[in-house]
């Protein structure tokens, strides 16, 4: 948000850019480094370090906005933030490891101001060593083919699980998770050589790609895991890290247009980007998970389960106009589902791509035709330089007004502005857009860390469009599109509609550790800095628990999954005295019955039946715990999710009216009910409305 905080879509993620590692020997109290563990070399800190130790510990002390003591208590946080970010699935360290961490854990405060992180680097040291030995283990495992008729399972769920007391307990954690992968290839029709060589590639790769890392990343690791025990937006980044992410604010790399995380071995999507070629393929959506990546249109497919997450984006990244494959499995299909095979071809994510774009649609009601105007908005966008040397730049705004124009002419009843999947941009364009209903007024206020309150304005008197609003937003909707949904609520001008959304109401500065050292010697990173906090014109913020819409729809995700609430360390949310500002209507008046109507309409739609449907199943298997490691268990299980699938399809189909299908059809019924069907039940929410305002 803001010129300064178009960085604030990173959410986090970088953090998780990292599959960590390390290695290292002990004494009776203390860590002391090895000078060699098997030919692996241990990584040890840069001089450079202490300096950035010290300048960072300063920042984060000083200057962000959560007031906060370094501490023994924050330092506890920290330790369980590193080892967590290490080895979250409590697969590599024994217990006896993390009791000799732990005579540490209310250490780490007094290291800090010491400039010591020799702690960091031995825990990142010794884990290089167990993963080694986990990769040894599963080769070994595999030079037998494995037994699939017993009836054992394997946990996939590992938040719950107790560290591993003996390496006995750890090998046959092991060997249930290697049997686990082997298993999904042999119900996708592979033979046991393929298998055996797929699986020995993969884990000799979690080494390989665990060695490439140097110092720098293990100081990333260590200062991300203190910025992250303060707030999930604030965040280190590394010389070479701070080089990448500036070529991706700046929308030059090439590639799929969808940003990434790791998740239990697993690179899922995380967002996709609004114009990239991810979004326009309708193919791809978040949580979906990335198990193979080929080149070209016929280069053979390269696993990458358990790579680094830079790895897999390299191997996703690529020339414009390439073609790159990727196996999926779909958000919330089991590991026994069949992956579907997407194709796409890079190119650069354009601001043109991303700008505003308006259809209309036609409704029928009680006999009567309305159009609705759709304004969708992937992104809160502006041309910065113009508006600094008074050009006439593009900008959300503007288009928007032309838009609206257009809507008018072809005889707009009702006008809905789509914000599903905006994740933010620039705060002023939020503002200046929110000035297009209303006559003027507050649109949001900013509180910096000095309880400085700066109230952000439509000062233009004018209003473009006062006829009927609706604002449909959902849980990937963030930061300026919260704060316009909010606004337009406050105000009464409009509904909002859809998924409750991200809450993400903070803001950030990027400091640059170069400009801040004397020394020019070497090259520093930079921080990403909490610096203020939203709120909205009524005195409420939006950090945390996001819009919450006036009219709710089923969302697959909920808070705890996805969304600032399921941070752990996320700011709170408090209130601050309300904006002076005057309603345009009280629309609580109307709401239950607009609710009412809405709900005795859904009770009868097969369009939200299905989809309904499709999050219960999808939740389900995000719940699952565990998976049985039975082959005929897996296949029942497989059929029966097939069937299931076929069954309600035509279901569907013939209340629908439409051709049923047969055994091995494909259909895409559901992409076009998750992308369609919120914008016609919307629509149909604002003839009501207009009825009722009547």
Do not use: C
Request: aromatic residues 10%.
């Amino acid at each position: 948000m803001k010129n300064k905080n178009n960085i604030i879509k990173a959410f986090s993620i970088i953090t998780l850019i990292i599959l960590i590692s390390l290695i290292f020997a002990k004494d009776k109290t203390n860590f002391t480094y090895a000078t060699d563990i098997d030919s692996i070399k241990v990584i040890l800190p840069e001089p450079k370090h202490k300096t950035e130790t010290r300048l960072i510990t300063s920042i984060l002390t000083r200057y962000h906005y959560k007031k906060f003591s370094l501490n023994d208590s924050l330092s506890s946080v920290i330790f369980d933030e590193f080892i967590n970010n290490l080895d979250n699935s409590k697969s590599y360290f024994l217990l006896s490891d993390i009791k000799e961490f732990e005579k540490q854990r209310y250490n780490i405060d007094d290291m800090l101001m010491n400039e010591d992180i020799d702690f960091f680097f031995n825990v990142y040291n010794r884990y290089v060593q167990r993963v080694k030995e986990r990769v040894e283990f599963a080769i070994k495992t595999l030079e037998n083919e494995i037994d699939f008729s017993s009836d054992d399972y394997f946990i996939i769920k590992r938040d719950s699980i107790e560290w591993s007391k003996t390496k006995e307990e750890l090998d046959e954690d092991w060997f249930k998770r290697i049997k686990n992968d082997a298993l999904i290839y042999k119900l996708n029709g592979k033979d046991w050589d393929f298998i055996k060589t797929t699986l020995q590639k993969r884990y000799k790769n979690l080494l390989k790609f665990l060695l490439q890392n140097n110092s720098d990343d293990v100081f990333q690791l260590a200062m991300n895991s203190f910025a992250e025990s303060i707030d999930p937006h604030t965040n280190y980044f590394s010389p070479v890290t701070s080089d990448n992410f500036k070529i991706e604010m700046s929308l030059s790399l090439e590639g799929i247009g969808a940003r990434l995380q790791t998740e239990d071995d697993y690179t899922k999507i995380f967002e996709i980007i609004p114009g990239g070629p991810a979004d326009k393929s309708k193919e791809l959506k978040p949580d979906d998970k990335i198990i193979a990546v080929a080149q070209g249109e016929n280069g053979e497919f390269e696993d990458v389960i358990g790579w680094r997450l830079n790895d897999v984006v390299s191997k996703i990244r690529g020339e414009k106009g390439t073609v790159v494959r990727l196996l999926v499995i779909p958000a919330g299909e089991s590991l026994n589902s069949k992956p579907k095979e997407v194709k796409l071809v890079r190119e650069k994510v354009k601001i043109e791509d991303q700008a505003a774009k308006s259809k209309m649609i036609e409704l029928e009601q009680n006999g009567k035709k309305y159009k609705i105007g759709v304004i969708e908005i992937p992104r809160f966008y502006t041309d910065f330089e113009a508006r600094r040397t008074g050009e006439d730049g593009k900008s959300t705004t503007k288009d928007v007004k032309r838009l609206i124009e257009e809507l008018k002419s072809q005889g707009m009843n009702g006008l809905i502005i789509d914000l599903r999947n905006n994740g933010g941009g620039a705060l002023n364009e939020a503002v200046e857009l929110t000035g297009l209903f209303i006559n003027y007024g507050p649109v949001v206020q900013v509180r910096n860390s000095m309880n400085f309150i700066d109230i952000n304005s439509d000062t233009d008197s004018s209003i473009y469009y006062n006829g009927p609003l609706a604002v449909l937003i959902n849980r990937f909707s963030a930061s300026a599109s919260e704060i316009f949904a909010s606004a337009i609520q406050d105000y009464g001008r409009g509904l909002v509609i859809g998924e409750n959304s991200y809450g993400k109401g903070t803001v950030q500065n990027l400091i640059d550790l170069n400009v801040m050292s004397p020394n020019k010697n070497y090259k520093y990173g930079q921080v990403k800095l909490t610096v203020a906090k939203f709120y909205r014109i009524n005195g409420e913020t939006t950090q945390k628990y996001g819009a919450k819409p006036d009219i709710e729809f089923p969302s697959y995700f909920s808070p705890d999954e996805f969304g600032e609430a399921n941070q752990k360390s996320a700011l709170q949310p408090d209130k601050i005295k309300a904006a002076n500002y005057k309603k345009v209507a009280d629309l609580s008046k109307i709401i239950p019955e607009l609710r009412k109507r809405h709900q005795t309409r859904v009770n009868s739609d097969p369009e939200f039946e299905y989809l309904i449907q499709q999050i219960e199943d999808y939740r389900n298997s995000r719940n699952t715990r565990v998976i049985s490691l039975n082959e005929e268990k897996r296949k029942k299980e497989q059929s029966e999710q097939e069937e299931k699938k076929f069954v309600r399809e035509n279901n569907y189909r013939k209340k629908k009216g439409l051709e049923l299908l047969q055994k091995g059809d494909k259909t895409n019924s559901i992409k076009e009910i998750e992308n369609e069907y919120p914008i016609r039940e919307t629509g149909k929410i604002i003839i009501d409305y207009i009825a009722l305002s009547k």
